[in-house]
């Protein structure tokens, strides 16, 4: 099977070295960045680089951009895409995308199918792409009603040669509302945490409840943005429900009330090991 990869970051860069490394596919890259491009191929990760009019040569695209130029990039090139063939994004919100390029790809007779990696580093470009980076990581598929289920079928069998841990199907809209809590919201905080004053004396002061909670502060505005805008109203109702539960911490210390804040933070003990045990 012919494969493009649409934007060799860090995400398609390492879509590349999987499927080279545990498939026999050929892949194909397509890439503003010249410099990814050199390394794609001198890495030999893809086979050579091409332009989106040879898209009508391809079996099955992945589109590994932010969500705005996912968007662009696919209905800019509708006409380019091989009918019978399979489009495949990788963005970390999916209704707005499954909405905006699903009807118009079918129209081309091309199927189109939501999925998003749950996997990455604190770092971003081809040159720190892996082809580990999906072992053992869950991959999200969001199939709409259209979606054949010979198609479901094989981006699961795809995803499991390509090393990922877990399989999960969803709908784009379940999708978002999960991945409000799960991603979205601790990028938040992890950024917001770091403006402390505090931050310039924690040299020698920290270990690993620092570096844990600090981690993820360390992103791509650009692409960020983009997905907190595109996936408002579930990233809000997050945001308003840790609002809140703070104010009941502040609210037991301010008043020295032992037993209040013990009993906050047994909760969330107890709801933590239980999380543990549900995985």
């Known amino acids: 099977m012919k494969i493009a990869v649409v934007g060799l970051g860090l995400i398609g860069g390492s879509f590349c070295k999987a499927i080279k490394r545990y498939t026999d596919h050929r892949i194909f890259g397509i890439d503003n960045n010249s410099d990814a491009i050199q390394m794609a191929l001198d890495c030999k990760a893809i086979e050579r680089e091409i332009l989106p009019a040879e898209l009508c040569e391809m079996d099955f695209t992945i589109v590994s951009l932010h969500p705005e130029q996912t968007i662009a990039f696919i209905l800019q090139h509708l006409s380019y895409f091989k009918k019978g063939s399979l489009v495949m994004d990788t963005c970390g919100v999916k209704t707005t995308i499954v909405n905006a390029v699903a009807g118009p790809l079918s129209e081309q007779g091309v199927i189109f199918v939501g999925a ?25 598929i969001t199939p709409d009603e259209t979606t054949p289920a010979h198609t479901v079928e094989f981006i699961t069998y795809f995803a499991k040669k390509l090393q990922f841990g877990k399989v999960v199907i969803s709908t784009p809209q379940e999708h978002d509302r999960v991945i409000a809590f799960t991603s979205q919201l ?31 502060a360390k992103l791509n505005e650009d692409m960020w943005t983009s997905l907190f805008l595109m996936n408002q109203q579930p990233l809000l109702f997050e945001i308003d429900t840790i609002i809140k539960k703070l104010q009941e911490y502040r609210q037991a210390i301010a008043q020295d009330d032992a037993q209040t804040l013990h009993d906050l933070l047994k909760e969330g003990r107890i709801l933590k090991e239980n999380s543990l045990a549900s995985q």
């Open 186 to 216: 601790a990028h938040i905080v992890s950024n917001a945490y770091i403006k402390s004053p505090s931050l310039q004396q924690q040299s020698g002061f920290s270990a690993g409840s620092f570096l844990d909670l600090t981690r993820v």
């Open 116 to 140: 998003h990696p749950m996997a990455g580093r604190e770092f971003s470009g081809f040159a720190y792409s892996l082809d580990c980076l999906y072992e053992d990581a869950s991959f999200i």
